[in-house]
């Protein structure tokens, strides 16, 4: 196991989750196979029963498999016989579908995030929250990309972000808008000059740490809650992601009324979002053409441009 986790980090993988549910796995075979060498069938579905046991979504039995599967691979690669869980044996799980905000929402779910009121107990809250949720938004990070950063990933002169080690284990620099760059100035000016400030995240959380995603989830549903947008329930959203996904759409719908070129500018979107693949960011047309109907003609020229037709998996993971 510990070959193969250095084997995916040695190309780029940071392999965190997957790591930890391989020592799982390894836990649980010796415990319920003991002697075990390598992945059986019966401990590949005994490990599946047991997720099942507790009630787990089909989403999260994918991702418990998921790993057992490669390792099981990865071992027959090397010379040991091992049990590869055939694909199409677990349900798929449902697919999500983006939240896409109107642009009433965002104005109210941004009006909330500015009346974030102090907290002593979270004495940097009400300076944090405004800006990091439209620097989620205005620059279409991913949560963690945001969160992440460090005070010098931030360069307030020439506001360029740099994300580090962000999905698939890429750097890269993200200019912002005049708008932001003063935004963001302003809120380190402010929040510097508080006592709680430590000088290591832009966006503190407690004892020198990171805020965590936990922090931003109940911020975040805290806000929407104020701004009157429904929350679907679990698995459904909205979720703070969806913010990357509008910013997406919203920039394709402004490049259709302004009768530009979109198929060119895709692999701008592309390289701005961190996107390994010009079908992710294709994913977000057919996404445009569903938000927005009046434009679907226009999107599906620009599709045929760029890329085949989209498959459901292509909606993950962006």
């Given at each position: 196991m510990a070959a193969l986790v250095g084997q995916k980090r040695a190309v780029g993988y940071k392999y965190l989750a997957e790591a930890h549910t391989l020592a799982r796995f390894e836990i649980f075979s010796r415990t319920e196979f003991p002697g075990l060498e390598t992945v059986s069938e019966e401990s590949v579905q005994a490990w599946i029963a047991a997720a099942r046991r507790r009630g787990v979504k089909p989403s999260t039995v994918q991702s418990l498999a998921?790993?057992?599967?490669?390792?099981?691979?990865?071992?027959?690669?090397h010379g040991t016989t091992?049990?590869?869980?055939?694909?199409?044996?677990?349900?798929?799980?449902?697919?999500?579908?983006?939240?896409?905000?109107?642009?009433?929402?965002?104005?109210?779910?941004f009006t909330q995030t500015d009346r974030c009121h102090y907290c002593s107990q979270v004495p940097l809250r009400h300076l944090i929250m405004p800006v990091l949720f439209r620097t989620i938004y205005a620059c279409g990070l991913r949560c963690s990309e945001a969160r992440l950063l460090r005070v010098e990933d931030v360069e307030l002169t020439t506001g360029v972000l740099q994300i580090r080690d962000a999905k698939g284990g890429k750097d890269r620099q993200v200019?912002?808008?005049?708008?932001?760059?003063?935004?963001l100035a302003d809120y380190h000016d402010r929040a510097s000059a508080h006592p709680a400030w430590e000088g290591e995240w832009f966006f503190p959380g407690h004892s020198g740490r990171p805020l965590?995603?936990?922090?931003?989830?109940?911020?975040?549903?805290?806000?929407?809650?104020?701004a009157r947008i429904p929350h679907r329930g679990l698995g459904h959203g909205p979720r703070v992601h969806d913010l990357r996904h509008v910013f997406a759409v919203n920039n394709l719908r402004a490049w259709f009324a302004q009768g530009q070129d979109v198929a060119a500018l895709l692999p701008v979107l592309q390289t701005y979002m961190g996107h390994s693949s010009i079908a992710d960011t294709a994913y977000y047309l057919t996404l445009t053409a569903e938000s927005y109907p009046d434009i679907t003609a226009r999107v599906q020229q620009a599709i045929g441009d760029v890329v085949p037709p989209i498959t459901e998996e292509q909606g993950h993971g962006h």
């Amino acid at each position: 196991m510990a070959a193969l986790v250095g084997q995916k980090r040695a190309v780029g993988y940071k392999y965190l989750a997957e790591a930890h549910t391989l020592a799982r796995f390894e836990i649980f075979s010796r415990t319920e196979f003991p002697g075990l060498e390598t992945v059986s069938e019966e401990s590949v579905q005994a490990w599946i029963a047991a997720a099942r046991r507790r009630g787990v979504k089909p989403s999260t039995v994918q991702s418990l498999a998921a790993p057992i599967r490669e390792l099981a691979r990865w071992l027959n690669s090397h010379g040991t016989t091992a049990y590869v869980l055939p694909a199409g044996m677990l349900p798929q799980p449902t697919r999500y579908v983006p939240y896409i905000y109107t642009d009433t929402e965002l104005a109210a779910f941004f009006t909330q995030t500015d009346r974030c009121h102090y907290c002593s107990q979270v004495p940097l809250r009400h300076l944090i929250m405004p800006v990091l949720f439209r620097t989620i938004y205005a620059c279409g990070l991913r949560c963690s990309e945001a969160r992440l950063l460090r005070v010098e990933d931030v360069e307030l002169t020439t506001g360029v972000l740099q994300i580090r080690d962000a999905k698939g284990g890429k750097d890269r620099q993200v200019p912002v808008s005049e708008a932001l760059r003063v935004r963001l100035a302003d809120y380190h000016d402010r929040a510097s000059a508080h006592p709680a400030w430590e000088g290591e995240w832009f966006f503190p959380g407690h004892s020198g740490r990171p805020l965590t995603l936990v922090n931003v989830y109940h911020n975040f549903r805290r806000f929407l809650w104020q701004a009157r947008i429904p929350h679907r329930g679990l698995g459904h959203g909205p979720r703070v992601h969806d913010l990357r996904h509008v910013f997406a759409v919203n920039n394709l719908r402004a490049w259709f009324a302004q009768g530009q070129d979109v198929a060119a500018l895709l692999p701008v979107l592309q390289t701005y979002m961190g996107h390994s693949s010009i079908a992710d960011t294709a994913y977000y047309l057919t996404l445009t053409a569903e938000s927005y109907p009046d434009i679907t003609a226009r999107v599906q020229q620009a599709i045929g441009d760029v890329v085949p037709p989209i498959t459901e998996e292509q909606g993950h993971g962006h």
